[in-house]
């Protein structure tokens, strides 16, 4: 009965590692967008990104990336759009189209 056990935690473990990769959180894409933008010309600095942006959207772009649009809290005002990509040290940002 153990063996069973064992055996059904180790397939559900490696199955649910061959699911890949989730998309970024909010909290994730704004410290990839504070590496991305490091004199904060374009974002501002990372303690204000929260209230000043949001989360839109994301779909997946590619095997560890996603296209993500980032939009005012509010709704008004254009979405910009950025591929975060899962590196090692977290997620990276770079301007998407």
Not at 19 to 40: R, V, Y
Not at 70 to 80: A, E, F
Request: with cysteine; charged share 25%.
């Amino acid at each position: 009965m153990k063996k069973l056990l064992l055996a059904s935690v180790v397939t559900l473990t490696i199955g649910l590692s061959a699911c890949g990769i989730s998309e970024p959180s909010e909290n994730e894409m704004f410290d990839a967008l504070a590496k991305f933008d490091t004199s904060h010309q374009t974002f501002g600095p990372r303690e204000k990104m929260s209230s000043d942006m949001k989360k839109v959207s994301c779909e997946k772009a590619g095997d560890k990336s996603f296209k993500c649009l980032i939009g005012s809290p509010d709704g008004t005002g254009m979405n910009l759009p950025y591929v975060f990509t899962k590196a090692d040290d977290g997620w990276a940002a770079t301007p998407g189209n």
